[in-house]
């Protein structure tokens, strides 16, 4: 079931999956405590999603007004155990953002190695969406944490099999529905690529186990969001009217086109420091090593396999069409921070493209300091 490139990749992260880690997560629990932290410490304004949540919090139920219950009840399962508080909610933000990190670390060094693993972290880690916004809890950020638990579950039920890869992704599909209704975007991504790659030779003959897997995902995920379905049924679905608001907002044919290009400046404006540190890094590298003669240890030289290059694409881009696709064809107004549970895929896929590559020759010490100096400026704008 395995092509031999992905088997290597994901033998290796078993044999060592969190060898040599202990710098990234020190560097990194630092970074990720301090923009929790900062915000409450120097008196930012507070977000209204943190506030909303600790009203909402008072009153546990299956569903609320505007979104779904699990970031909710996840609020009101750690005030049983942890002081009540505005720091906890951003704690929460913080948590959840190291929650896809690691995610994303797995998943990334089962792909492209360990080295790129350690990268992906850290250029995730200065995406404006994960520094600036990194206090905020709220639905986007349960959402994000799904859906990388749904894409990392997703590749290990095809590429390793067995029943429990498939309960998981359908855990996900339905925490994440639970979190907010976005995530039938994700789970789309997560079955077209599932059909892209059963297409391929070695799993050509599996599709009808795989389809089987997808069939036990979607029910186990309908079984999860039962609860909330009855309550929506009761309650005269109060949530669809929230969504409304953008999902029926039918814009005008002529307003379409500024709305998708807001979003998408707006995502690739998050995506600016870490592109900027990237290229100023290679172009350093390049200086240093016009030949490219730079030895690299073993893992770092995996490149994506045919299916690890389809994954990556999809799940990472395909959100983004999806999204736009709405806005062009149905009129949905697109939210700015829609883009939140998504965007930190673009780095694992940027980093499996020939460009991408080249950060892998760069010094890790050279790449820690520029992340410390992009963190340090981004602070420093924000408090302006």
């Not at 990749?9 to 990194?28: D, E, I, M, S, Y």
């Not at 600790?54 to 299956?62: F, N, Y």
């Not at 639905?139 to 998981?168: D, E, F, K, S, Y």
Request: net charge positive; proline share 5%; with cysteine.
């Amino acid at each position: 079931m395995n092509t031999v490139s992905a088997h290597v990749a994901v033998r290796r992260a078993r044999l060592a999956p969190w060898t040599g880690v202990a710098p990234l997560v020190a560097f990194a629990g630092v970074l990720l405590l301090s923009w929790s932290l900062l915000p409450l410490l120097t008196g930012w304004d507070v977000p209204a999603d943190n506030l909303e949540q600790m009203a909402w919090a008072l009153t546990p139920d299956w569903g609320y007004a505007k979104h779904p219950p699990f970031p909710t009840w996840l609020l009101i399962g750690l005030r049983h155990v942890l002081p009540d508080g505005l720091w906890l909610t951003y704690l929460l933000g913080g948590a959840q953002v190291a929650l896809m990190m690691t995610v994303a670390y797995r998943l990334t060094a089962e792909l492209l190695g360990r080295h790129a693993a350690t990268l992906a972290v850290l250029f995730i880690g200065i995406l404006t969406y994960y520094t600036q916004r990194l206090h905020y809890y709220n639905h986007n950020t349960a959402l994000m944490c799904a859906q990388a638990i749904a894409c990392l579950a997703a590749w290990r039920a095809l590429m390793r099999g067995g029943t429990a890869w498939w309960l998981l992704l359908g855990v996900a599909w339905g925490v994440g529905m639970l979190s907010k209704y976005q995530m039938v975007i994700g789970i789309a991504c997560n079955v077209a690529w599932l059909a892209i790659a059963t297409n391929a030779a070695p799993w050509r003959a599996e599709r009808r186990d795989v389809l089987r897997g997808v069939l036990l995902a979607g029910a186990v995920a309908a079984l999860v969001t039962l609860p909330h379905v009855v309550w929506l049924v009761r309650n005269d679905f109060p949530t669809f009217g929230y969504a409304s608001h953008s999902l029926a907002a039918n814009l005008p044919l002529r307003a379409r086109p500024r709305n998708i290009g807001a979003f998408l400046g707006n995502q690739v404006g998050r995506c600016v420091p870490a592109l900027l540190l990237a290229l100023l890094l290679i172009a350093l590298e390049r200086r240093a090593d016009p030949r490219g003669d730079i030895a690299l240890a073993s893992d770092r030289e995996v490149h994506a396999s045919a299916p690890g290059r389809w994954f990556l694409t999809v799940n990472a881009v395909g959100p983004f069409v999806l999204m736009t696709a709405l806005s062009a064809v149905a009129g949905v107004d697109l939210q700015m921070h829609w883009g939140t549970a998504y965007l930190w895929m673009i780095v694992p896929l940027a980093l499996a493209t020939r460009v991408g590559h080249r950060l892998l020759h760069v010094p890790p010490i050279r790449v820690y300091a520029g992340v410390l100096l992009v963190h340090l400026l981004t602070l420093a704008a924000h408090a302006r």
